[in-house]
């Protein structure tokens, strides 16, 4: 079992920086894919990106690209999202998720979520 706790969100200009952490616990996560989604009130989660575990190669939704970097330290059993130039946009609640397999299409599979951590971008 793997517990997923997220932390880092709050309250930030546009054009300032963020960055969320997902320190896992319970199991180590260094042979799982790791995931950061959003969901913005009254909308759908988005996927935002994600990092192998096989070479730390990295996949962006097209709204974060080159504003946003994913990372692992396995060491720390951490994921973090690094979020620059930020956008009200982006504003939503941030969910952090690890699973065996890559499919960003079947998250109803992920063996595990944290609980989240709100991000609020306003002026």
């Known amino acids: 079992q793997v517990q997923l706790v997220e932390s880092g969100g709050g309250l930030a200009q546009p054009g300032g920086s963020l960055r969320l952490s997902c320190a896992a616990s319970?199991?180590?996560?260094?042979?799982?894919?790791m995931y950061w989604f959003r969901q913005a009130p009254g909308k759908e989660r988005e996927f935002v990106a994600a990092?192998?575990?096989?070479?730390?190669?990295?996949d962006y939704a097209d709204s974060v690209k080159g504003r946003f970097t994913i990372s692992r330290d396995n060491a720390k059993n951490t994921v973090y999202l690094q979020m620059n130039t930020l956008k009200p946009e982006d504003t939503a609640v941030y969910y952090c998720?690890?699973?065996?397999?890559?499919?960003?299409?079947?998250?109803?599979?992920?063996?595990?979520w944290g609980q989240g951590t709100q991000v609020t971008v306003s002026s």
């Open positions: 990092i192998s575990w096989i070479d730390s190669s990295t």
């Open positions: 998720a690890a699973d065996r397999i890559y499919d960003i299409r079947r998250t109803d599979l992920y063996d595990y």
């Open positions: 319970g199991r180590t996560i260094s042979m799982y894919y």
